[in-house]
DNA sequence: GACCTGCTGCGGCTTG
């Protein structure tokens, strides 16, 4: 059957093919050229990074569509930038034996590019969904032109979007486009790590339309663990950055360090190093508050260094998709928050002529080489976290409401309500709860109603003509830092930020000369030694998979030839401490100590469960004090009975859960994350959206519920 | 201690 995919393809493909001389076609793209040519439905394609995946999306559809017809064609949606403009290089490519116009539509993108294929609409467009919702916005009209002849939608990453507002938002969007369409456009998605295939196949609104090519096979991957205490400190133990030196200095590697402060630390301490001892000096920092300019010249070093070797060390900036050319080994320094990322970060390496991957794992602290240990073993076993899902997202329609009253320029009252009702993003809210939003809405002059039709009102416009408009998520502000009125990056104003101290940024050192908090700039000279800078981030929700597998693993007496002496010891020493708790069923059973009037449950349950518990908690006076990365609590004043008492007393505030919420917005509305698009509903919906985001009660109940707590008495403290 | 992602249109300025 091997020539049967290639056969299908269209000769200015095949001419492609040979002329890149490929000798065969990936797995992935073999059934995709034959799955996608042989219906008309939706796909989504699976498959490990690096395997080919774009142009198994792409040379079917190039295949198959008639690119003389007016409008877009094919429309390429993707979470990054970067990625865009490195995609944009590689269907040029693809296209280059068609006459086919491949555009870039996003911020950043070419104005004259973009004014010409709203004149002449043809080909391909490759764009960001915030873009694509400004253009609902802005050009309406266009929007119709442009894309009423699409024939497919290709969206890569596909797995950043599930569970997540924006995906919600691009369901949304995708209804939306198929509103202008007479015919449906198919939609292919493409991801390396989806937890959830069901969810996965819901992003087209027809699941049951919606097909999974799946390539199971996983590229090589070596690892080792390498374990060095932290002992609680601040800064990382000079042994490990010693260490991780030797295993960088002769190659070209990723480092991930799980944070900014941390980021800047490992590349400044790694420069001196390497100035130290006469090493390269291709030590490079990456992430979000760095300039983007710098960052640009990071990535296009690293992509176009074929003889030196460098390090960057960075954040989940460089975690996704940019081929960042070759790669030799990543470092991971404490554990990963979650098994798709470790997938992803490993998959940054070996791109190249399919070499294995090298990934190291340092860890600190024993809990730290535990969820390390977790995740990686997730990952041996094809377990993916599955996403957070939210049924009812009332924010994301409040938002989706205000674009299209105000791409419209007015719209009839019922038609609106219409409109949102059978948008399948939001399949679970009821059409009176829509009209109840609307309705006050116009109360607050967000809308404005004349008749039975609806602009956008006063309050409204403020809203709307804002560039903020577009995106579901919230951005930090943060002050710009400058030297020799050059941007460098940006920092939150903290107390660190003050004349005379000294601070890393973008992998070098900086003396703050002068604060000016009115323009909110930081003014820096370079420096020869300072500390990592503080940001103010929100944490990041670790899934129970992954302490439940923690939890497994120190019950069980598995061994893994993975981990070094030092990991090893670690873990034998966790193991020995939680042992002596007769647990008999890891998976029903969690343990409670109790010494000295103060008691520990070790929950494993997940960031959201033990952040709902403690919120439980404290609504029955509790303190509860969250340890050991996260998965364990701490109660004080307690006795054993106590304890067990209070535990099983939450489950009583199951049915005063609103009125709990109520008050805690009105007493404490600082203490409780709303949504950015919530903050303008009604108190009704921003109780509903608490529920489902920034809490799990249902998880939680069922936790409780369905947990033995099995006591063991301490009697050393 | 705790990640990341994107962004219109216009007026007014400088520069070739």
Sequence with gaps: MAADAFS???????????????????????????????????????????????????LPILSSVDFSSEGIQVLYISPLIALINDQFARVEDLCKYMDVPVTKWHGEANRAAKDRILKEPRGIVLITPESLEAMFVTKPYNVTYLFSNLKFVVIDEIHSFIGTDRGIQLKSILYRLQEKNGTPFRIIGLSATIGDYDEAKKITGNEARTKVLLDRSKKPLHTEF????????????????????RHVHANKTLIFPNSRGRVEEVAVKLKKISERVGGHGNFFAHHSSIDKGIREYVEFFAKNSQRENFSISCTSTLELGID?????????????????SLIQRAGRSGRKNEEESNLTLYATSPWSMLQALACWSLYEKDCIESPDIVERPYDILAHQALSIIKGHNGIDYRVLIEKLSS????????????????DYFIGIDFIEKIGHELIVGIEGERIVNNREFFSTFEREINFNVVHNSKVIGNL?????????????????????????????????????????????????????????????ILFSDEEFSVLDEKS??????????????????????????????????????????????????????????????????????????????????????KDDLDSLLYSSLEETPHLIHIPK?????????????????????????????NTKLVTTKVLRS
């Design 8 to 58: 299908l393809l269209s000769e200015p493909i095949r001419r492609y093919i040979h002329e890149k001389r490929w000798t065969k076609l990936r797995p992935i793209q073999h059934s995709a050229i034959r799955y996608i040519l042989g219906d008309n439905d939706n796909y989504i394609l699976a498959a490990r990074t690096a395997s080919g995946k774009t142009e198994a999306a792409f």
């Design 226 to 245: 390498r374990y060095f205490d932290g002992k609680d400190e601040t800064e990382l133990p000079p042994d490990l950055i010693k260490d991780i030196y």
């Design 324 to 340: 960042i050319g070759s790669v030799d080994e990543i470092i991971q320094v404490d554990a990963t928050h979650s098994v798709s």
């Design 423 to 438: 948008n399948f993003a939001f399949r679970n809210i009821q059409r009176s709860e829509i009209a109840e939003i609307i």
């Design 492 to 552: 939150p104003f903290t107390p660190q930020v003050q004349s005379d101290n000294n601070i890393l940024l973008a992998a070098k050192i900086w003396k703050i000369v002068e604060v000016d908090t009115e323009a909110g700039k930081i003014f820096v000279v370079p420096a020869l030694d300072g500390k990592k800078p503080t940001f103010i981030g929100s944490g990041v929700n670790v899934h129970p998979l992954i302490h439940g597998e923690m939890f497994r």
């Design 568 to 653: 090893n010891q670690a873990l034998k020493e966790l193991r020995k401490d939680f042992r002596p708790m007769s647990i008999q069923n890891p998976t029903t059973e969690r343990p409670l100590l109790c010494m000295n009037n103060r008691s520990i449950i070790h929950l494993f349950a997940g960031t959201k469960v033990t952040e709902t518990l403690r919120y439980l908690m404290s609504k029955r006076n509790i303190s509860a004090l969250i340890t050991n990365n996260g998965c364990s609590m701490e109660l004080s004043d307690m006795d054993e009975s106590n304890s067990l008492a209070i535990w099983h007393s939450l489950l009583l505030l």
């Design 677 to 705: 698009w919530g903050k303008h509903l009604p108190e009704k919906y921003k109780v509903a959206l608490i529920k489902q985001k920034t809490f799990d009660f249902e998880g939680t109940f069922q936790f409780i519920a």
